[in-house]
Nanobody
Framework: QVQLVESGGGLVQPGGSLRLSCAASGSIFSFNVAGWYRQAPGKERELVAAITTGGHTNYADSVKGRFTISRDRAKNTVSLQMNNLKPEDTAVYYC????????????????WGQGTQVTVSS
């Protein structure tokens, strides 16, 4: 049974930073792609960032230049560094993984974590 566990969420002031990490019970690099979704109250789930085993990345326009997704093979983790956080970044962030692809247009990813809360507020 594959499990994804997120950590690193919390409360931060606007302009601050947080780093989210995702750990897998198996090798997260056995999947073609891993990434992060987020969901805020009253909004649809939004794909924030994704990274393939080949190192290709993509980001939502709203986070480009502020967020960075990365992988650490030795630690078996995928991380999301979030800088210059804004109140509109407030959401539950979910780690996801898929054998094929992760896109807004395609089917939901195969595996999901339980989520970690990020709150950006003064």
């Amino acid at each position: 049974q594959v499990q994804l566990v997120e950590s690193g969420g919390g409360l931060v002031q606007p302009g601050g930073s947080l780093r989210l990490s995702c750990a897998a019970s198996g090798s997260i690099f056995s999947f073609n792609v891993a990434g992060w979704y987020r969901q805020a109250p009253g909004k649809e789930r939004e794909l924030v960032a994704a990274i393939t085993t080949g190192g290709h990345t993509n980001y939502a326009d709203s986070v480009k230049g502020r967020f960075t997704i990365s992988r650490d093979r030795a630690k078996n983790t995928v991380s999301l560094q979030m800088n210059n956080l804004k109140p509109e970044d407030t959401a539950v962030y979910y780690c996801v993984a898929d054998a094929a692809e992760i896109t807004e247009q395609g089917p939901p990813p195969d595996y999901w974590g339980q989520g970690t809360q990020v709150t950006v507020s003064s």
